[in-house]
């Protein structure tokens, strides 16, 4: 067993800089994407962070990068939560970059969990992302009035999109106050595919990383000078070990099931779980004592989820008691299957069917409580996570739920966690407790003893 950390205040620095929009479309994205591109390049270790929920993004910066991106979203983990997945999260790394969501003050409800917030709590530099097509001197009026929104804000540059020409940026440069740091031109050719639920995956690359525009369109030693000016961070640690693995958990991961909190997954491996990858489309079910299968795409490879050797394996472990826990995707590949155009037959462990909508069903966060029923959901315990999804479950009259939602839609009504012997599917996408995790191994080492 080895210790890793004692409960004590540590303080660390790291260059960072957060990249933020003034609104969701402003190319904060492609912009992220590219100074993490042109840093790599210069052979900087870059540490990606994707604030928010979000699934996508942190794909793409996986790859750009080759270092994990992780989620900082103090609303499911709290400020202590985000702190230590950022310290986590830079080990070894030179530089971090961390791409905002929305619009920079834009959180739940109010500011709290916006850029400029998680910002704050890491008293790093943000550089503003502000499309000036059809603009000149109004843009300054932009950036102040984001500067002094707040008396506190950590805003130390801007960078000019869409912009028109080298007269364009001239003219832009007329009466600024606050840093410019880029001037990026309209370039149609990185815009990144979509589908419903946002981007394209990383692993679905489609267009190269714009690396030359932004080289040649931002001042890069100047971004890396505002991200080395951050000051040191004061991480409350907590005590924790790091057992040897007490039982194995299988985790569904190919294009149908690829939304994984990083989180998540580190909590298990905390817990004590060895972890185990497969495909679900084209692999055996391996031999496991838990099951994960998170969200994703299921509706996008139906045919092969509906034929792959795993699809049968998996409802006669789920009938024989396997531990199993899915969330969104996962939740639909639970149920009898997916209708629409054609039917497609999945595992059948829950009772409902899976259809597509046109727009998204649900989007937000989620609170709650487990409600008992199943050994991963003894009631009481605290839920907290996120759902986005344009599917909707039609339940079977016997369905039994073990969650109760105060804030969130689930599969209908504030229910979650559909759940029969041992298996539980839930549309919300949770972020793991230490109590959640400890919870799924503790069911896998009872399944481990049978």
Not at 95 to 110: F, L, N
Not at 357 to 374: I, N
Not at 416 to 442: A, L, N, P
């Amino acid at each position: 067993m080895q210790k890793i950390h004692d409960k004590e205040q540590v303080k660390f620095n790291i260059p960072r800089i957060v990249i933020a929009g003034i609104h969701s479309g402003c190319g904060k994205t492609t912009i992220t994407r590219g100074l993490m591109a042109a840093l790599k390049k210069r052979g900087l270790v870059v540490q990606p962070f994707k604030i928010g929920p979000d699934f996508i993004d942190p794909s793409h910066h996986t790859r750009i990068c080759g270092r994990v991106s992780r989620n900082l979203d103090v609303v499911m983990a709290g400020e202590e939560g985000l702190t230590d997945s950022f310290y986590t999260g830079c080990a070894g790394a030179d530089i971090a970059v961390i791409e905002g969501v929305m619009g920079m003050y834009d959180g739940m409800d109010t500011t709290f969990g916006s850029t400029a917030h998680i910002a704050k709590i890491l008293k790093a530099p943000l550089l503003l992302v502000i499309p000036v097509h059809g603009m000149a001197t109004s843009v300054h009026a932009i950036a102040s009035g984001f500067k002094n929104y707040e008396s506190d804000s950590t805003l130390a540059g801007v960078i000019l999109n869409k912009v028109g020409s080298p007269r364009h940026a001239e003219l832009l440069k007329i009466g600024a106050q606050i840093p410019q740091l880029g001037f990026v031109p309209k370039d149609p050719s990185f815009h990144t595919k979509s589908r419903h639920l946002g981007l394209v995956m990383g692993e679905e690359k489609t267009t190269e990383e714009p690396v030359t525009i932004i080289e040649e369109s931002c001042d890069i030693p100047d971004i890396i000078r505002v991200a080395s000016s951050a000051p040191p961070l004061t991480i409350h640690l907590q005590e924790e070990n790091i057992p040897s693995p007490k039982a194995t958990i299988g985790v569904a991961k190919d294009p149908a099931f690829c939304f994984y909190y990083q989180h998540n997954l580190d909590m298990l491996e905390r817990s004590g779980a060895g972890l185990v990858y497969f495909s679900p489309m084209q692999d055996h079910l391996p031999k496991v004592d838990a099951l994960y299968l998170g969200g994703g795409y299921p509706e996008l490879h139906a045919e092969m989820l509906e034929s792959g050797p795993a699809r049968a394996e998996i409802r006669n472990a789920c009938d024989n008691g396997l531990p199993t826990f899915g969330e969104c995707g996962g939740l639909l590949y639970l149920t009898e299957g997916l209708t629409g155009e054609r039917k497609y037959r999945w595992t059948g462990v829950l009772p409902g069917n899976t259809e597509m909508a046109q727009r998204f069903q649900a989007l937000g966060y989620c609170e709650g409580k487990t409600t008992g029923g199943t050994s991963l959901t003894p009631g009481g315990n605290e839920v907290r996570g996120h759902e986005f999804h344009y599917s909707f479950v039609t339940p079977g009259r016997d369905a039994k739920y073990a969650i109760n939602l105060t804030r969130g839609k689930g599969i209908r009504d504030g229910l979650d966690g559909m759940f029969v012997h041992e298996t539980v599917g839930c549309y919300t996408h949770g972020w793991f407790s230490k109590q959640f995790s400890d919870t799924i191994i503790r069911a896998a080492e009872n399944w481990k003893k049978k």
